[in-house]
């Protein structure tokens, strides 16, 4: 009999073993992160997501649930990525009235049933990895985070899969009450004390651990679930910015509103620069009388409303299927320059007003009476060609506006709520700085119409000037 060459045995035996290997199944660690794809619509989201997992050093299994709606081809293409594809059924949602995209969403219970590992880490197909998440794998049966008050999400969870765990939930799914109509509101209701579970904390050591009963479930902190960012960052910003606009710039306008018509009479002392002197106090004193009691908060309304409906022209004038900062940048100019438009058309309505009034109470030229009081101390009132107080307000609420979508960037801000944190602190002072300016610049426009009643203002169309 021949001698077979070593070699064969060689290539024999790996051949031999690899596939043996493939009759074992394709898991290869009993831990693994798991996704759902119900469509090949989020095909590039989990791709996405298997790369961010790999570039973290991770060698764990990465699993995908497919329903019927993936074709092959995006199946081959998450199997080259790495993906192990499995397919399953789409578990129906039991609720009778439901948003349509909530058809199938009960499916994600599934990973409770996925008994071939030991644990799994489940990340929805929107979220990415950003540094090397393995301590997931040390929590316990069931980790979550809250967010959204007191309320369990269901975008990263960690489960330690059981078969009598899953069939109870199936048993329950048509009696317990889901607020989402969803997975998400039927594990708040299936975990309701998850809110008082402790915090799951990685930094403990082995001994600690095991000196510590095994809890039933942890909370995750809000490191572990940041995906919101992603819709914030991506092309849902603008429809971010527009909602913000709505519920928040609107309700403090409203409150300024009421809070100004109960005031009633406004100071405006603060106004003049020339206050140091008792001559031209007692002369802009009599000025001020002449102002209107409502002149500051209906400015104050008015600036607010030209800004909201600068915002809302500004959307519809600008195409959505644009990049967002392109689409960012176009909406400043258009709000910037429908807004100079429309409140300084009121400001020149409040300097005709001031005339008007002026030449009804026949008052002197303002401008007369101040040059005469400054001519025995050699100071004679310069006639400007622009006002600079109207324009240094301007120039604030041009820059306000666009620090406060600059600045966490400018200083190197990357985590999510410090960022949003500071746009709103600086809105917030862009929208107290706009109330300031306001006021002062209607006042300030009435003003110089009872001082140029007898002139017209003829030099440029530009209010500032």
Known sequence: MAKLNPSFWVISITLLSIQFKGSLGSISTNEAYVTLLYGDEFLLGVRVLGKSIRDTGSHKDMVVLVSDGVSDYSKKLLMADGWKVEKISLLANPNQVHPKRFWGVYTKLKIFNMTAYKKVVYLDADT?????????????????????????NSGVMVVEPSAALFDDMVK????????????????????????NARVFDPSLSPEAVKARPVPK?????????????????????????????????????????????SNGTLGYSGVSTLSTMNSNYQLHTGAHSKVPQYLGAVSVVVCFMAVLTSIGVSFMIVPRQIMPWTGLILIYEWTFTIFFLLYGGFLLLVYQYGKKVAVQTGSPSLQTESSLDNSGKGHQRADASCDFT????GLGMVFLAFAAISLPYMLGVTALFLRLGLMIAVAMVLVSFMTYASERLAVRWFLKGLEDRDTTRTKSICFLC
């Open 172 to 195: 329950q799914v048509k009696t317990l009450s889901s607020y989402t109509g969803g997975d998400q509101g039927f594990l708040n209701s299936y975990y309701p004390d998850f809110p």
């Open 128 to 152: 990415i990895v950003v540094k090397n998440i393995e301590d997931l794998f040390k929590c316990s049966k069931f980790c979550a985070n809250l967010k959204h008050s007191e309320r369990l």
């Open 217 to 261: 479930m942890e909370r995750l902190s809000t490191l572990y679930n940041a995906d919101v960012g992603l819709y914030m960052l991506a092309n849902k910003g603008r429809d971010f910015l527009s909602s913000l606009c709505r519920n928040s710039v609107c309700n403090q306008i409203r409150h300024l509103y009421y809070k100004l018509r």
């Open 390 to 393: 109207a324009l240094y307000y």
